[in-house]
């Protein structure tokens, strides 16, 4: 069987491994770092524990799937449970609405806290639901680069469909088309942050995210989001995949136009075939010196990144939940500072996440512990000490103003990363958190595809690469390279 060398260990690169190994090829995974999952890892505390990078998990049956891939009972080994809430969301005028899992509970909400009713949301879920029907399968499942894409029933079907898509508007014009009352049009704009992007140059087919959340639920694993990568990294391990950390990968090795092996520092690999779940732009840029890096991953933006505390919190918060989002006053001002200045604005949407609501053991008794993200740009050497002091005396006014509370007291331990720091720990293009941003129409079509027509056997997957960002997407990328593989042998 063939021999594959995986760069990365990231969600994708695992999820890859898991894959092919399944169907019998021999595969290495190096990994620059000393542990594996790349952005999904945790930081510990003085006996806080705390989600390093993503909080929020969709889709957990595109994990399921890699227990199944390796004929195993996934309920056996990765356990995880529908939260029953999605979100809580304040506004600094005292408005309070909690998103539901239970329909019913969540159209009454609506009812009861805007005076929106139920007809008028359900009518933009509809929407939101044909849009993701006509499009999963060809934009999400499928590799946009292939002909056979194209000539797929599916594809003529979205393709004849394609006024519904609402591509020629942005996700907030048909936001504000469809709701009068603002707080409304802001919650659902906010669906764009999901995959780093401004809800106001985004398309509006992005409200398929919205669908996602709310047809298919948000979940929690019961060990907590860094058990994702654990679970799957000891699956890969049972499966005979070798994994090497602390090897970064330096070189891609190609004989005619076709990949032969990669080069660490320590040794060289030979390999039929080399999939990168390292950024695309650093591939191209770092290990493949001599090919031209295609124009589209130099000149993509980038998605937005974080700026994060984590603090330790002497005390309890009955009215928050896992996840709880405090919003600006100025959302369109948000997203301009973001993307147009590279800049924070001096009142940003806060997002607060507290793992212990549902994980016990992540805070000691009556404590919890505090994921507190901004959106911020992507890393361009901003002076990020300045700028984390500026945000963090915002940022704490304004929960306390929102909340009513003195938090600054009872942060007992606190930790603070930057765009730097996420670019320096996952070796992400300028930190941004899902590769390029889709802040345009076409979008989906200027990432880069899974595969290189300029060099044989060399594979792409990962946030960076097509379908886009975030760990259902990240799945979704190795479910494609492993059709391709697997078409051709
Ligand atoms: C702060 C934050 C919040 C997020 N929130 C969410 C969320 O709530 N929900 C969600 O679904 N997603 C979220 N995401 C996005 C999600 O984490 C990523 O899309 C996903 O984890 C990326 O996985 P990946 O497979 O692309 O690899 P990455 O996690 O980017 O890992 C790539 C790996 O490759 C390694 N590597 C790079 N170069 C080399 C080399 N030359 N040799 C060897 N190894 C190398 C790196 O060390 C790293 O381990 C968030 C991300 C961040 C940072």
């Not at 704009?189 to 709310?214: F, V």
């Not at 405090?326 to 147009?340: G, P, V």
């Not at 595969?451 to 960002?469: A, I, M, R």
Request: glycine share 6%; charged share 25%; net charge positive.
């Amino acid at each position: 069987m063939k021999d594959v060398s995986i760069i990365g260990s990231g969600i994708a690169g695992i999820a890859t491994s898991i894959r092919l190994a399944s169907k019998g090829y021999k595969v290495k995974v190096f990994e620059h770092n000393n542990y594996p999952g790349g952005k999904i890892n945790s930081i510990e505390l003085d006996g806080y524990k705390f989600n390093y990078g993503p909080q929020l998990l969709t889709l957990p049956n595109l994990i399921d799937e890699l227990y199944k891939c390796a004929g195993l009972d996934p309920k056996r080994y990765f356990k995880y449970k529908r939260k029953d809430i999605h979100c809580v969301y304040f506004w600094k005028d005292g408005t309070v609405f909690t998103a539901y899992d239970d329909k019913e509970r969540y159209l009454k909400e609506f009812q009861s806290t805007f005076d929106v009713d139920s007809k008028t949301v359900e009518k933009y879920f509809i929407k939101s639901k044909k849009k993701y029907n006509l499009t999963n399968k060809v934009f999400l499942e499928s590799s946009l680069h292939k002909l056979s894409t194209y000539l797929s029933l599916e594809t003529v079907r979205s393709m004849m469909q394609l006024w519904r898509l609402d591509i020629n508007k942005s996700l907030h014009s048909l936001n504000q088309k469809s709701f009068k009352n603002q707080h409304v049009v802001q919650m659902f704009d906010r669906y764009a942050t999901y995959n780093g992007s401004s809800p106001y140059k985004t398309p509006g087919i992005m409200s398929i995210i919205q669908h996602l959340e709310h047809s298919f639920g948000t979940y929690i694993p019961d060990e907590g989001m860094d058990s994702i990568a654990k679970h799957l990294y000891n699956l890969a391990n049972d499966l005979g995949v070798e994994f090497f950390f602390n090897e970064a990968i330096e070189e891609i090795l190609t004989k005619n136009n076709q990949v032969i092996g990669v080069r660490s520092a320590k040794k060289e690999i030979t390999s039929d075939i080399v999939v990168s779940n390292m950024d695309v732009y650093h591939t191209y840029n770092k290990l493949l010196p001599h090919l031209d890096t295609p124009i589209n991953v130099i000149k993509n933006e980038r998605s937005s990144s974080a700026l994060i505390f984590y603090w330790g919190i002497n005390g309890t918060f009955p009215n928050l939940d896992l996840h709880n989002i405090i919003f600006s006053s100025n959302y369109k001002k948000e997203f301009d500072k973001i993307f147009r200045e590279k800049d924070i604005s001096d009142d940003p949407t806060i997002y607060i996440n507290i793992s212990k609501k549902d994980i016990k053991d992540h805070a000691p008794k009556d404590k919890e512990n505090w994921y507190v993200m901004i959106n911020v740009p992507w890393n361009e050497d901003q002076n990020w000490d300045i700028k984390k002091s500026q945000l963090r005396k915002n940022v704490i006014n304004k929960i306390n103003a929102t909340l009513s509370i003195d938090i600054n007291s009872l942060i007992e331990t606190e930790k603070i990363i930057t765009p730097k720091n996420i670019s320096n720990d996952t070796l992400s293009y300028k930190g941004a958190l899902y590769g390029s941003s889709s802040n345009s129409k076409l979008s989906a079509f200027l990432r880069h595809p899974n595969f290189t027509n300029k060099l044989k056997n060399l594979y792409f997957v990962g946030g960076s690469v097509h379908p886009g960002g975030g760990i259902p997407l990240c799945l979704l990328s190795a479910k494609i390279v492993d059709d391709i593989i697997s078409s051709k042998d």
